[in-house]
């Protein structure tokens, strides 16, 4: 079974930091591109990072300077390190795992349940 398992949120202070993971099981993420994508409520999802298969990073303006992507293929996992948090990153963040470096969600095939991050005070 193909799946994507997100983890790492919770509730954290502004300009705190969190790192969420992407694990990947049933298929290695070696040869595809993995986006984080966030849902706030009442928001549509949008785009934050992607990584390509050769760590070609790309960053929505929002978070740039303040995320960072990465990947480690041999644990099969990509991480988003995210540092110097808003309340305005509150959202549910997602990982998608697809064959087109784009922050679009569309060419995106699989995708994890998400993990809820809460930046408050």
């Known amino acids: 079974q193909l799946q994507l398992v997100e983890s790492g949120g919770g509730l954290v202070q502004p300009g705190g930091s969190l790192r969420l993971s992407c694990a990947a099981s049933g298929f290695t993420l070696d040869d595809y591109v993995i986006g984080w994508f966030r849902q706030a409520p009442g928001k549509e999802r949008e785009g934050v990072s992607c990584?390509?298969?050769?760590?070609?990073?790309y960053y929505t303006v929002s978070v740039k300077g303040r995320f960072t992507i990465s990947r480690d293929n041999a644990k099969n996992t990509v991480y988003l390190q995210m540092n110097s948090l808003k309340p305005e990153d509150t959202a549910v963040y997602y990982c998608a795992a697809g064959m087109v470096v784009t922050t679009n969600e569309r060419p995106y095939e699989f995708w994890g349940q998400g993990t809820q991050v809460t930046v408050s005070s």
């Open positions: 990584i390509s298969s050769n760590s070609l990073t």
